[in-house]
């Protein structure tokens, strides 16, 4: 199935509770990275259709809650 | 809604990390019936490593409440807290508890875990130890008037209290009763070299140094040790490990070995019962090998998968590559894997500097990998060991990142 532009989701990190602990690199390194300073890289923030469980699950398994999904 | 959601009354005995991801997937997985959380604490759900780093460091860090109250009304939870559960009857499928009985169709329990104490020393003013909101809340009023604190026991909680008083610039002794600091967690090397982090701080690291006794004396308290020596200390700090949660749970039936015995689907053996977080022992497929974990990670997943299977019927298996990090001195130290090995290798870095990357080798296998200060390495060598990765895959990855 073809996804139209309107059925991205963004993803949103707050800084403020991120702590690098890096379990959303671990579930979908297609979108996040810990750099070398312990910093996450949002390596893209667009997500679509067939990746949005991916990207939830990241989501879910962040230990600060510094990750949202948004339409 | 999942196929066989159904209703009927979920219980989850356990209201820390597990036991809110329990009742969170439950709902999520479309799960209508009623669901009871019950924990012995009288506060909401808390997040527990702040315990001992930013709470302990800062007296205006807040309190780590994971949700508000509206949180678990539009779960539609029905949340007991300040209520100990005391027995399973899991062919009646009962819980007692301090108020009363509750009949479950389904059950997850997530006690969790128990800080040990010194035989003896419980309840001696000014010893603390560290598990709960409450013991950090004390802990911390308690580190605003002192000067000198001795920390009983190098493990992961020790240290961090450690370097989080030495950040408020407080002068403190470690005794540690073991040669070697962490060497269950870590093995025997490398165990030396995250503890060498101690020294580096300022902190006086003393092992294979126990507690003979601790005296309350004219200035403080007084620690006697092993080894003959003394210390004196306006606080005790008492890390000396913690214990499954389960004498509840003796005479229940369900088996009991150094936590609650489960399969790979964390079904605790009893019709609709599964096990969570710090209790469950379970067998985790990844690595052909029965484990307890007492990781933040665990927690988090195995309360959503054991709510999953219980409410679901499904039968889906847990398997990890386990994951904990603690953050010393401003250095984050991250275990991906496991540390039983027969060679480790220091790949990156240098322990000499405290900040190094090791390599865990379990027969042809890339078994673990230890990151200190090295934060950008960990989830890659633990996708890697997910993978099930050769040795030299490791020692490649590492090359390529030099």
Known sequence: MKLSEDQLMKIELDRTKCTGIGMCESVAPDFFEIDDDGELVVLRDAVDGAEVADVEAAVLACPTAALRLRP | ?402
């Open chain 2, 1 to 402: 809604m999942s196929s066989g959601s159904s209703g009927g009354r979920l219980v989850v005995v356990g209201a820390s990390l597990a036991g809110l991801r329990a009742v969170e997937a439950a709902r999520r997985d479309g799960f209508t019936g009623e669901i009871v959380l019950v924990g012995d604490e009288p506060h909401l759900p808390y997040d527990r490593p702040p315990l001992s780093k930013a709470f302990l460091e800062d007296d205006s860090a807040p309190e780590p409440t994971y949700q508000p109250p509206s949180h678990f009304a539009d779960l539609d939870v029905d949340l007991r807290l300040g209520t100990r559960a005391t027995a399973l009857d899991p062919v009646a499928r009962l819980v007692a508890t301090a108020g009363g009985e509750i009949r479950y169709d389904q059950l997850v329990i997530a006690t969790g875990s128990t800080a040990r104490t010194l035989p003896g020393l419980e309840g001696l003013p000014g010893v603390h130890v560290l598990r709960t909101l409450d013991d950090a809340r004390g802990l911390r009023q308690a580190l605003d008037l002192a000067g000198r604190v001795v920390v009983v026991g190098a493990g992961f909680i020790g240290s961090e209290v450690a370097s989080s008083a030495r950040k408020r610039g407080l002068s403190v002794t470690v005794l540690e009763a073991a040669q070697v600091p962490l060497e269950r967690a870590l093995g025997p090397e490398m165990g030396g070299a995250v503890s060498a982090l101690h020294a580096a701080n300022g902190t006086d690291l003393r092992c294979g140094v126990g507690v003979q006794g601790i005296h309350q004396g004219s200035t403080g308290l007084r620690v006697e040790a092993t080894d003959g020596s003394s210390f004196d200390a306006d606080l005790v700090v008492v890390g000396v490990g913690a214990d499954p949660a389960t004498e509840w749970l003796e005479g229940s039936g369900l088996e009991l070995k150094d936590g609650i015995v489960c399969d790979a689907t964390l079904s605790a053996g009893f019709p609709g019962v599964y096990a969570a977080g710090d209790v469950a022992r379970w067998f985790n497929r990844d690595f052909d090998v029965e484990m307890r974990l007492e990781h933040w990670t665990s927690a988090a997943e195995q309360g959503a998968i054991a709510a999953r299977n219980a409410v679901t019927g499904a039968c889906g298996e847990y398997r990890t590559v386990p994951y904990f990090w603690s953050d010393w001195y401003d250095r984050r130290i991250q275990f991906v894997g496991v540390p039983t090995a027969d060679h480790v290798t220091v790949v990156t870095g240098d322990p000499a500097e405290g900040r190094f990357v090791a390599l865990f080798r379990s027969g042809s296998r890339l078994a673990g990998a230890l990151c200190v200060g090295y934060p950008a390495h960990t989830m890659k060598y633990r996708r890697l060991i997910g993978a099930a990765a050769s040795w030299e895959d490791g020692l490649a990855f590492a090359d390529s990142r030099r």
